[in-house]
């Protein structure tokens, strides 16, 4: 009933919803392991002090990572069905 009545008409915002995990700066992360947790964190503050839209143009400018490799390793669907079939 709930599911008829309440949630027949959702709809997801994608749009919305990558906005939200591009400017995450959580995000960097992902990036520890190969930039290091200090230059990680350095990232995500500058990203979150200046409400930078992409946190990959924020990584970009600090690191000597390609934009190529950036959106490589900070694709959210392959860190998340990764997490998942891996764990």
Not at 39 to 62: P, S
């Amino acid at each position: 009933m709930l599911a008829d009545k309440a949630m027949a008409g959702f709809t997801v915002n994608t749009e919305h919803i990558a906005d939200l995990v591009d400017r995450n700066p959580i995000m960097v992360t992902a990036l520890n392991p190969i930039l290091g947790y200090e230059l990680g964190a350095k990232i995500a503050k500058t990203a979150y002090a200046e409400n930078r839209k992409w946190v990959k143009d924020v990584a970009r400018e600090l690191s000597d990572l390609s934009m190529e490799q950036l959106d490589e390793l900070l694709d959210p669907l392959s860190l998340t069905e990764g997490g998942i079939k891996g764990g």
